[in-house]
């Protein structure tokens, strides 16, 4: 029993030309292509602070618990078609993404992070709460009658136009607000206009928001 | 590259009995502690399984509580068996299975003397409670040293050889470099590190499972590959098929097993591109798994070799090679977060590196010293019915095993994933699983009973061989003839 | 280059990678420094007796989020585990296993000193037919004298001393204990509000 074959006779051709089988190439190309995928899909952007991934292979959020006919009924309505409520979409999209700052219940942390519930940022200029989604916001903030002092990271690699403005219909619609919803066109029209904006924005430059929107409709 | 391969052209026929002569002491060095490390490893994992029979049993006793005897069953097995287990087919590997001498065979003697030193201070001090609990970082302080120093001297040792004696496109050397390669680089860097005050927090997570499944993919599995690949032609009379393919595979391996470990974190206090970069690598090691398994079935079809003689060794490298293929597929599938918010944390992960560690890495060095030793004691083993015995109690041993924890893992995580169930009552639902796998374990601890037997068996009648034929007996004159032209 | 250099080559390259990246670069980005800072003193000590017996055997430290188990429905926690909340610690037990509870934030759960003790002493007089094993070592008995010990453990049943002696925790259940009450991983900014 030879242990290992003599170099210069595996060279002098002993192994014949041989065919990888089909089936392996098909494999092999399927889960490369799968690992690629998945790699980029859920690659949170390749930031530090992006914990969680939502969607269909991530696992769906169970639908929660019947606490009155209503949240029975809106749970059943995001169990069969997630894409066709936008408010639970957003919901489930802001308890993924949002909830570890401004927690599950919309309230924030005192002097940390400020609270989403009631607040008039989410209330109030459609343009300027997205343009916040989208390019992060930095600095001190006045909400709902208290100082904040943070940073939040901007959101436009992330998500997509469609889940930004389902997360915005949520939480304008939610927790006691009726402000108006917003649209995935609208969300598409200010990221066109302010995504090159690199660095998150600061509170004064959000007030000249739709000043800088005039100008640029002037040139 | 030339002169060298000239040199060593030469004593290839030359010196064959000086050449297995000089490789005795340096394997019953490494074979010899292992086995008894195998034995600790099974009796201590046999306990750890029939505490779950009945967690009072032995209950008062510290040293015996189960997650002492766990983690030291594993680390047992892994650093008493299995990395010497790599280092002989190293070692066969550079003396072209026994025909080149090898030079520096003391230093192996005290490269192992130093590693078991370490080793039984190291899971000692497991038992007594020094370890900080990270899997296979979990050896205590105290021990690493001994350990480190005994792998440089063997291993530096026989890079440098086997870069000497390098075979251009040979598989089997590659693996064998890699696994040398990588457990000093990375066990040195993850050593330093965890005693590194400034090191602290999520870190050391990350820390612990970059090394965790590294050494499982990179460290040992390169070994039991290089192994595979290093008996293949042995068993066949030709190496596996694809080289090209195995080639790729070998770099795929090289590249993502050190970054498979992070799969295990999902849904863990980790950025989502970490995850996803372990979920993937575990998808493209698993890819790279099925080259090598196609290039060994097709091989093993091309060539249907063996016939007249059962051979432990080619049963056990097939068992091997599909416990590996079956762990590396698990290994991939069971971390899609999909999957994983079932299965995560449960004991069907333990089904999957009970089939890699024991059915994958055992079973692979278990063919290898069936393979090896005959040649190197010149006396084949002494009875079939003793090696069959093993072979059948373990194989059964391990596939039982794997599938009772496999079925209680599925039990155990569906009801897990219902918030209705409270965990005491998921628990108890998976005790007659985990009650019933005490049967395969004591198997398995009855498989490397058998074999510990058999190997002295065989020990014992080469030493009297040996004493009746010549006064080679005494490991110091072999090596002198060995050193003497 | 010939081609063992060539690999040796690559080798260390490809682990180096995996090291920055998974090793290197996370304890630059993630941690440490910032409020909250590690457990210390009996806590510390009890978080090395938690590694020391292996509790990361049998329990976790994550929480993961909703959509990947029912830790949050099963009430482990109100929201998954971020790498702030482990940024001082140097033992750090994910866990590899769940034959119990996860214990990332026991110590809000679970706030009576006097339940561990019992707990840890004889896990079966709490949960009948549970796993877990008694870590009896981690006590000691002693004569009684006098009164009993505030922290002497209440036995009866099949569990009782002969008379003349009482059950303290050691130490190091004292120790444990404390650790365990210390797990509540709460963000850092959230615990400076609270105190």
Known sequence: ?219 | MAETSECEETPVRAGTRDAVSSLRVPVLGLVVPAAVWLWVASILALLGSLKLVDPRFLGTWGWLTFGRISPAAFLSFVYGFGIPMGLCAVLWAVTKGGRLPLPGGRWFLASSFLWNLGLWSGITGVLAGESRSLSWLGLPTFSLPSLGMAYLLSAGWLVAVLVRRWEESSLASRFLLLGLVWIPWAGGAAALWLHDPSVRGVAIGSLEWWFNDGLLYAGLGAFALGAMHLLLPGFLGRPASFAGLGRWAFWAWVLFANLAGMAHLVGGPFPLWMVSTGVSSRFLLWAAAVAIGLGFWAAARGAPAEGKQWDPGWHFLRFGMGSFLVAAGLGAVLVLPAWSRYVHYTVLEEAQLTLFLYGFLGMTFFALLYTILPRVLGRSWPSVGLAKAHFLLSSYGISFLAGLLAVGGLFQGVALDNAEVPIHEVILSLLPFLRSAAAPAMALLAAHAVFGLHLLWLLVESGANRREGEKAALPGVAMEGARTP | ?195
């Open chain 1, 1 to 219: 029993m030879n242990q290992e074959v003599e170099p210069e006779k595996r060279v002098a051709g002993d192994r014949p030309r041989e065919q990888i089988p089909c089936s392996f190439v098909a494999f092999a190309a399927i889960v490369v292509l799968f690992a690629i995928a998945y790699f980029f899909r859920y690659s949170g952007g390749f930031r530090w602070d992006v914990y969680d991934a939502s969607g269909l292979l991530a696992g769906l959020p169970p639908t929660p618990p019947a606490h009155g006919s209503a949240a029975n009924a809106s749970g059943g309505a995001a169990a069969k078609a997630p894409a066709v409520d936008p408010t639970a979409l957003g919901r489930e999209l802001y308890q993924a993404n949002c909830a570890a700052c401004h927690q599950p219940n919309g309230q924030g942390m005192t002097g940390q992070f400020p609270p989403v519930a009631g607040s008039e940022w989410v209330n109030g200029d459609p343009r300027v709460l997205t343009a916040i989604l989208i390019g992060g916001l930095q600095g001190p903030v006045k909400v709902s009658g208290a100082e904040y002092n943070g940073m939040m990271p901007a959101w436009k690699t992330v998500l997509t136009d469609e889940k930004i403005a389902a997360i915005l219909t949520f939480l304008r619609q939610s927790w006691g607000s009726h402000a108006s919803a917003i649209e995935e066109g609208e969300v598409k029209a200010v990221r066109a206009e302010c995504g090159g904006h690199a660095a998150p924005w600061k509170v004064d430059e959000l007030g000249s928001l739709s000043g800088e929107k005039a100008e640029k409709k002037g040139e």
């Open chain 3, 1 to 195: 280059m010939t081609e063992p250099k060539r690999l040796l080559l690559g080798i260390l390259l490809a682990t180096g990678a995996g090291w920055s990246l998974l090793v290197w670069m996370p304890l630059t980005k993630l941690g440490p420094a910032g409020p909250g800072g590690a457990p210390f003193g009996r806590a510390a000590v009890g978080g090395r007796i938690y590694a020391a017996n292996g509790c990361a055997s049998c329990h976790t430290q994550v929480v993961r989020p909703a959509n990947l188990g029912s830790d949050i429905a099963r009430g482990w926690g109100a929201r998954r585990t971020t790498p702030p909340e482990y940024r001082e610690e140097h033992i750090v037990p994910l866990g590899v296993l769940r034959l119990g509870p996860d214990l990332a934030n026991v110590g809000e759960r679970r706030t009576d000193v006097r339940w561990y003790y019992r707990l840890l002493y004889d896990p079966r007089t709490i949960f009948p037919g549970s796993l877990m094993p008694s870590y009896r070592y981690l006590y000691a008995r002693v004569p009684l004298l006098g009164t009993p010990l505030p922290d002497a453990l209440p036995l009866a049943g099949r569990a009782a001393l002969a008379p003349g002696f009482q059950v303290v925790p050691r130490p190091e259940a004292r120790a444990l204990v404390a650790y365990l009450l210390s797990l509540q991983r709460v963000p850092p900014a959230e615990a400076d509000q609270s105190q």
